[in-house]
């Protein structure tokens, strides 16, 4: 099972950017997706973003676009979530999840990476 470590949360002030990056360990193959998932304190864990590994095709919660952006790079195995004009309602804990065969089944899921923002 892929291993897949979260980093770059923090405090920030409202209207300010985070980049969160997720590494993936072993091989990521052309025919998984990866995801963001956040969850804030008393509250359901919901989708953020997705992206196909092979094709780069992405998908956002529709309350979140134009704000948060999706990306991977293929060598590093990593992908990240840039985060922009964060709002107080953005608070939460941040995971990544990988979807082995693209078929909205996660596999694997990282251990979190808490983003606080201030207003």
């Known amino acids: 099972q892929v291993q897949l470590v979260e980093s770059g949360g923090g405090l920030v002030q409202a209207g300010g950017s985070l980049r969160l990056s997720c590494s993936a360990s072993?091989?990521?193959?052309?025919?998984?997706?990866m995801a963001w998932f956040r969850q804030a304190s008393g509250k359901e864990r919901e989708f953020v973003a997705r992206?196909?590994?092979?094709?780069?095709?992405?998908k956002y919660a529709e309350a979140l676009k134009g704000r948060f952006t999706i990306s991977r790079e293929k060598a590093s195995n990593t992908m990240y979530l840039q985060m922009n004009d964060l709002q107080s309602e953005d608070t939460a804990v941040y995971y990544c999840?990988?979807?082995?065969?693209?078929?909205?089944?996660?596999?694997?899921w990282g251990q979190g990476t808490q983003v606080t923002v201030s207003s």
């Open positions: 072993g091989r990521t193959y052309s025919s998984t997706s």
């Open positions: 999840a990988q979807d082995r065969d693209s078929d909205y089944s996660y596999e694997s």
């Open positions: 992206i196909n590994w092979g094709f780069g095709n992405t």
